[in-house]
């Protein structure tokens, strides 16, 4: 639908091992915000800080591109190790909430809150 912001190939030659994306989430009446995912690794390969590369240098694109924040749903013990944060989240509305809904801001200011509008492609129910 469109709804790709930024989108990142780890590869060799021409065989695709990693792959991350990043994609807009709207804000109930306020700027805009990032969601991160998916992001996978080829399992053969998954020790060799791929991964963690590919999410480093997308949220690297984004910082220096000016967005706000990125959101991202997925395992609370992995994302935090990029400065994502349950906490960063508080402030916003979404069916996700829990412990494996976190955020990472990159600079104050808005959105500071808010209903989140995930792309229809989620399925993902808008709380209105």
Known sequence: DG???VELV??????????ILFYPIGVFGK???IGLGP???DPWVQR???GS??????LQFLRDQGAPLVFVLGHKEYYPRFGFSEEATAEFQTPLKGPHFMAIRFRFGPPMSGR??????????DLA
């Open 3 to 5: 709804d790709i912001l």
């Open 10 to 19: 780890a590869h060799e030659d021409e065989q695709i091992f990693g792959h």
């Open 31 to 33: 700027l805009g915000a």
């Open 39 to 41: 992001m996978c690794v």
């Open 48 to 50: 060799d800080r791929i």
């Open 53 to 58: 590369n590919l999410v480093q240098q997308g």
């Open 116 to 125: 989140l509008i995930f792309p229809a492609a989620f399925g993902i129910a």
